[in-house]
């Protein structure tokens, strides 16, 4: 079965059409057969997507390391729990599960896992897809900024051409041509 790491925040924010964008992604990743792997909370916009593919028939593996069990409330009722000792083994384990990554909204956390992924596939540790989905231009900020490394001599024009960008979950999954299962 084919599988995508959803980084996202543990809050659902203060706009609606975030929530609203985890939904329709988790209805795409269920309609469409794609696992989710994510960071196992039940609340926020990683509690929307999760229940949101879990409530449609598919399959949600939640990954989630024991100081943020009570904290962010793990999910109980997901298809598999993993609870492990550190947010390194967390990310290692999403990306091995991974055949992909999407960045909804959310906050440091969820930058930083992102900014990692997309540094593994600049250095060639891997080659998945990695995108953003740009829920009500969220991430127009981050864009700009990238765009300002590669003009300032920063970051390359082929990194910056790995992060893939769109505002609806079907154009950004379409990029990452999956094989189908």
């Known amino acids: 079965m084919r599988s995508?790491?959803?980084f996202c925040g543990s809050r659902a924010g203060k706009n609606d059409t975030y929530k609203e964008?985890?939904?329709?992604?988790?209805?795409?990743?269920?309609?469409?057969?794609?696992?989710?792997?994510?960071?196992?909370?039940?609340?926020?916009?990683?509690?929307?997507?999760?229940?949101?593919?879990?409530?449609?028939?598919?399959?949600?593996?939640?990954?989630?390391?024991?100081?943020?069990?009570?904290?962010?409330i793990s999910n109980e009722g997901l298809t598999d729990l993993r609870v492990v000792n550190s947010m390194h083994e967390r990310k290692a384990m999403m990306y091995e599960l991974s055949?992909?990554?999407?960045a909804l909204p959310g906050g440091i956390g969820t930058l930083e896992e992102f900014a990692e992924v997309i540094t593994w596939?600049?250095?060639?540790?891997?080659?998945?897809?990695?995108?953003?989905?740009?829920?009500?231009?969220?991430?127009?900020?981050?864009?700009?900024?990238?765009?300002?490394?590669?003009?300032?001599?920063?970051?390359?024009?082929?990194?910056?051409?790995?992060?893939?960008?769109e505002d609806d979950p079907a154009k950004l999954l379409s990029k990452f041509n999956l094989e189908p299962n």
Do not use: W
Not at 22 to 51: D, P, R, V
Not at 99 to 102: E, H, K, M, Q, S
Not at 136 to 163: C, T, W
């Open 4 to 6: 995508i790491a959803v």
């Open 21 to 72: 964008g985890a939904i329709k992604l988790g209805n795409l990743l269920a309609e469409q057969k794609i696992k989710l792997i994510y960071g196992g909370s039940s609340i926020g916009l990683m509690g929307a997507i999760a229940q949101t593919v879990h409530e449609n028939g598919g399959e949600v593996i939640g990954i989630i390391p024991q100081i943020l069990v009570k904290k962010e």
């Open 99 to 102: 055949d992909g990554f999407i």
């Open 121 to 165: 596939n600049a250095i060639g540790e891997h080659k998945k897809p990695c995108g953003l989905l740009n829920i009500d231009n969220y991430y127009d900020p981050f864009i700009k900024l990238a765009d300002h490394m590669v003009q300032q001599g920063f970051m390359s024009q082929e990194i910056r051409d790995l992060i893939l960008l």
